[in-house]
Nanobody, 125 residues
Framework: QVQVVESGGGLVQAGGSLRLSCALS????????MAWFRQYLGKDREFVAG????????SFADSVRGRFTISKDNAKNTMYMQMNSLNPEDTAVYYC??????????????????WGQGTQVTVSS
């Protein structure tokens, strides 16, 4: 089994920055594609950003492109998302997702097998 643990959420003022981390533990002998989804209250989860298994490909939602960056340390089985120029519309619960064996960046929830519990990001105006 693979465990997914997010960290780094919190409260920040508009225009500020946060860095989210997502660490995999357990049976992590394979290379994992990883992604961040976010969920607004009462809404479905939406894709935010993702990175392929070898880190060679990244993908971003239009709403965050140019503000968020994503990186991955396969040696540590950890993914990072740097969020800059945050605005109140970024307020949501952010979930980390992982799946094995992808050279692409899947963008659908059903493409991921392993999920974290979520971390709250709140941006005040």
């Amino acid at each position: 089994q693979v465990q997914v643990v997010e960290s780094g959420g919190g409260l920040v003022q508009a225009g500020g920055s946060l860095r989210l981390s997502c660490a995999l533990s357990g049976r992590t002998s394979s290379t994992y594609a990883m992604a961040w989804f976010r969920q607004y209250l009462g809404k479905d989860r939406e894709f935010v950003a993702g990175i392929s298994g070898n880190g060679g490909r990244t993908s971003f939602a239009d709403s965050v492109r140019g503000r968020f960056t994503i990186s991955k340390d396969n040696a540590k089985n950890t993914m990072y998302m740097q969020m800059n120029s945050l605005n109140p519309e970024d307020t949501a619960v952010y979930y980390c997702a992982a799946r094995t064996g992808s050279i692409f960046v899947p963008m659908r929830m059903q493409d991921y097998y392993n999920w974290g519990q979520g971390t709250q990001v709140t941006v005040s105006s």
